[in-house]
């Protein structure tokens, strides 16, 4: 027996993807070593402190995210230009 579960969809479903076709490794590390991090210290409460440093690294990290909005594919984009 196979039981089936129908889930209704609401709203659009986007899809992020990193491609690392271009990916400057030089060029991250550079912009890494641009954050602020001392400003991590400034806090006592090592919850703030680690919220601090992953803001820190997110920001570098989610740069080249690239955004696919409804009914488009990364086919569609086979350059890597699709990037908002």
Known sequence: MVRK???IQTGTRNIEYRSMKKFNRDSFLSELRQQPWENVYHYEDPNV???TWKDLLMNVIDRPMHHLGPGESAASDPHGLLMN
């Open 5 to 7: 579960a129908h889930y």
């Open 49 to 51: 402190m680690w919220a």
